[in-house]
């Protein structure tokens, strides 16, 4: 299994440009996560997906930000416009779900952003 | 609001030391405990502790949860560099949040 799988690695960006970030679950996995990670505040909930569906999107900071699930297979965080303040590590990460057994969380590499 | 208490923020040992990484948490309708190791890129996934003093053992690490006090500590014996590394410890509550809580971790940093 080649696990979650994020893109892009690395995104540098101007204030006001919108960013889109990828990512791929694990196959099989019915949950998706988008976490952010900054030094202040560690790693906090963004939003997560159920089946494909928003859940719980209690952490997304403002309008700005956005997040889709249009298949089992494919998810994206865009932010727009961007501000500085957006400058972190944004992980994706999937786990199963069943009715006896929970997997643990499982994370993708990360998208380290800069906005300047 | 569910909040997760890691300490020390961060600790400098030698290699050959035995550290002990403390979570302590206060949430509503506790189910499991979690704790990930994080180098410099996904945090990675060491335990999941659900019942109260059973310890969970993989190879110098071990850890162990108390339901009663809420806490959990994480063990790691004859440290080496290689476990040099933020260590991460998180919650998941029973209901229909399936949204896991995660203090702010413990730096270690291991000396040889």
């Known amino acids: 299994d080649a696990g979650v799988i994020q893109s892009p690695r690395h995104e540098v960006t101007e204030m006001g440009q919108e960013v889109t970030l990828r990512c791929k679950p694990i196959?099989?996995?019915?949950?998706l996560f988008w976490y952010r990670q900054t030094m202040m505040r560690g790693l906090e909930l963004l939003i997560y997906f159920n089946n494909n569906v928003p859940i719980d999107d209690s952490g997304m900071p403002e309008d700005r930000f956005s997040a889709k699930m249009p298949n089992a297979s494919f998810s994206t965080l865009k932010i727009q416009p961007s501000e500085p303040r957006d400058s972190a590590v944004y992980f994706c990460?999937?786990?199963?779900?069943?009715?006896?057994?929970?997997?643990?969380?499982?994370f993708g590499n990360g998208t380290r952003l800069t906005v300047t | 609001e569910d909040k997760v208490v890691q300490s020390p923020l961060s600790l400098v040992v030698h290699e050959g030391d035995t550290v002990t990484l403390n979570c302590s948490y206060e949430?509503?309708?506790?189910?499991?405990l979690l704790w990930y190791k994080q180098e410099k890129k996904a945090p990675t996934f060491l335990f999941m502790l659900t019942s109260s003093g059973i310890e969970k053992k993989s190879g110098r690490l071990s850890s162990i949860l108390d339901k009663k006090e809420l806490f959990s500590i994480l063990n790691i014996t004859a440290t080496q560099t290689g476990d040099s590394a933020v260590y991460l410890c998180?919650?998941?509550?029973?209901?229909?949040?399936?949204?896991?809580?995660f203090g702010k971790g413990t730096k270690l940093t291991v000396n040889p």
């Open positions: 949430v509503t309708n506790f189910r499991s």
């Open positions: 196959s099989g996995h019915d949950y």
């Open positions: 990460a999937s786990r199963f779900r069943g009715s006896s057994y929970n997997s643990p969380l499982h």
């Open positions: 998180a919650v998941i509550t029973q209901g229909g949040s399936e949204k896991l809580v």
